[in-house]
């Protein structure tokens, strides 16, 4: 079956605007995570959603990060007021079951997110 | 906390010649641990991982990698460099629920023919 998917793949917009990024994991996983990676910088840890609820959202800068995923398969990475230092390539993962035991993660290719 | 040092953010072989990424660990608990390659404009993917069974772990495309407790290493090897191995390597930890990764800054490996 297809991969995790992400659109767009890339994304250009000026610095105080709105942006949705979108994600679709792969079909029956339960669990989803976002990563943000910078450049020269590994994945760094944003939200973890198990089901349609955010299980972890601690990794999430500030308030102007927001995700949802209202029923429990696509999810969405909102940015309100971009700022430059947002620029990144925004990582989407999922995996079969979260929780109390360990499941692989499937990243998607990510999508590049460039503030000007 | 968790978190993975990688030393050296470049290395470069020759093909045919021994590969080996360093990945340091810090725990609290006893960790998960993993090797992803990142091609270019692709995502992630599993090399292998580490989960608490074998300490020596053999990965895909001829990767393996040794978990070491004394030493808090889980350091990345492959015995021949290939040209297609050329790519960017990411060793990440978690803990046992799998729910947060932590990654390291990653090791970029160029393979000169």
């Known amino acids: 079956g297809a991969g995790v998917s992400q659109t767009p793949s890339n994304k250009v917009t000026e610095k105080g605007k709105y942006v949705e990024l979108r994600c679709d994991p792969i079909?029956?996983?339960?669990?989803l995570y976002w990563y943000r990676q910078s450049l020269g910088q590994g994945p760094e840890f944003l939200i973890y959603f198990q089901g349609t609820g955010a299980a972890d959202d601690s990794g999430l800068p500030n308030d102007r990060f927001f995700a949802v995923r209202p029923e429990g398969s696509v999810s969405t990475l909102k940015i309100q007021r971009t700022e430059r230092g947002d620029s990144a390539v925004y990582l989407c993962?999922?995996?079969?079951?979260?929780?109390?035991?360990?499941?692989?993660?499937?990243f998607g290719p990510g999508t590049r997110l460039t503030v000007l | 906390a968790q978190s993975v040092t990688q030393l050296g953010s470049h290395v470069s072989v020759s093909e045919g010649a021994l590969v080996l990424l360093r990945c340091n660990y810090s725990?609290?608990?006893?960790?998960?641990l993993f090797w992803y390659v990142q091609y270019p404009n692709q995502g992630l993917q599993l090399l292998l991982k580490y989960t608490s069974a074998a300490t020596l772990v053999k990965g895909i495309n001829g990767f393996e990698a040794e978990f070491k407790k004394s030493e808090t290493s889980f350091h990345l090897t492959k015995p021949s460099a290939h040209m297609s191995d050329a790519a960017e390597y990411f060793c990440?930890?978690?803990?046992?629920?799998?729910?947060?990764?932590?990654f390291g800054t990653g090791t970029s490996l160029t393979v000169i023919p």
């Open positions: 993962a999922s995996s079969s079951r979260g929780g109390r035991s360990y499941n692989e993660q499937f």
């Open positions: 990440a930890v978690s803990d046992s629920t799998g729910n947060q990764f932590y």
């Open positions: 079909s029956g996983h339960t669990a």
């Open positions: 725990s609290s608990v006893p960790p998960y």
